[in-house]
């Protein structure tokens, strides 16, 4: 063998061989994970056993080759137009609309002529004699050898119909380039196997110079790879970002199921198996047709239940194609906490403070609400008003922390005395004041101020080694007959107040 013959066979095999290597574990390490990424692998690792043939073929005596292509060479070319078809269905999203006793196996029924091939030990679908012609052994095409090449041709033209139905159902313009330049790949190399393997071209090509479309394909994919991220890295692309931003963060496909969370969302809902539950069974419908038919999700403002504890979330949202799938990128926000706040002020607007019931703007507001309700429907109503006997001296004997204890316990004995029927108020101070719709007589409404000045006797507050005893008086005004205004009402209630506070009854004592 002369020097030129073995750099010839060095170029034109070990050189395309080495390519094949180096893009089957660039695709497998860049998500060896994915079954896109292992069928790009070994289908690489095909064409490596193909480019190994050849040149080993060409080191061995002439007669050694038809057994080694028809062992070796045919086996490994048999494999790929199957690899090649379910890689595309997996792309085009294909394989989720295939039934279950059919995927992946109708991909690989071509394999069987691999048993057939090595079992009869005789050239099936290869040639059985081989030629010397110039550096190269080149076989004698037989009728076995064009029908395998046209099954195969046909094969991948049929990856056309795959890629052209993916086109046509994305959405995303760069999943549409994509399949683009995939297409452009299948349109050259299918031509390529056309040219080359129907047509000889003497010594000025080696022997089977169709597998050199192998090359077209893959480069193709490559060009895809670095253009459009296409069979990205994808425990590094955005991984810093995605996994130290302290933000919730979740990639949800279009059927619910998140692909992937960040730990911030791992820690909001520590709660949630996010890895088995449906996004969409802990939001509102809203949010699942909206991510479904791809809308802007801006400051989107939802309860999630994790667990036991409510959480109020603001949720921003976009969408991304990641590994050639579109997914909706979901930016959460915990707001729980400023809801609260937000309650609160809106709570305090309208409500005390220190006692938790409604100050006096709102209870005039529900009292004029009330009065035009009792005239409209010919009701009576009693307004009263109550104030804390000698509270001045718990605060100077026990301290102000004693009067707010003392000033609580009041204010939930006055509200549970008004009930759903009622409506109490603090107006301020030691002063408090409730009103009682559709009373039925003022003799009960006063049987009930007696019950309320017994119940507060009794149900002492207990305050360190103390127990405060309290008292009130009280004063009781009634419409229509004293007033048809809640000023006149409560102006009579005062002057009713103070004149059974004048009258000397026992306000609060103090007993260890």
Known sequence: MSTGAVWTYVAVYLIPLLFFIYMGTDVLLRNSKKTEHRLLAVTAFCYVLLFMEEYVRHQLPIGESATIVALWFSNAGIAIPGLGFHFLAKFSGMDKRMPRYVYPYIFYLPLSVIVVNVLSREQIISSSEFVTVGVWKMPVYNSSYYIALSASIFISLLYLAVLYKGRAVTRSAEHRAIFDLLLLGVYISSVWHIVFGFFQFGEWTPPYPYIFGGVIWLFILRLAMIRYDFLNFSTRRYEKMFHMNPAAILLVEPSGHVREANPGARQLFDYIDLDRVLFFALVDPYLQEAVQSRKAIKAYETTIHNGNERLDVLIDGDYVTLENELLAILIVRDITLQKKHQEEIRFLAYHDSLTRLPNRRYFHEELRTALEEAEA??????????????????????????????????????????????????????????????????ADVREMMGQLQLRLSEEALIYGDQRLIVELSMGVSFYPEQGRDSNTLLLQADRAMYRHKHEGKAGVRYTV
């Open 377 to 442: 429907k010919q009701l009576q109503l009693a307004v009263i008003l109550l104030d804390l006997d000698r509270f001045k001296e718990t605060n100077d004997k026990y301290g102000h922390e004693a009067g707010d204890a003392l000033l609580r316990h009041v204010a939930r004995i006055i509200g549970e005395t008004a009930g759903g029927g009622g409506f109490a108020a603090r107006l301020g101070g030691d002063e408090f004041v409730l009103f009682l719709r559709c009373i039925s007589s003022e």
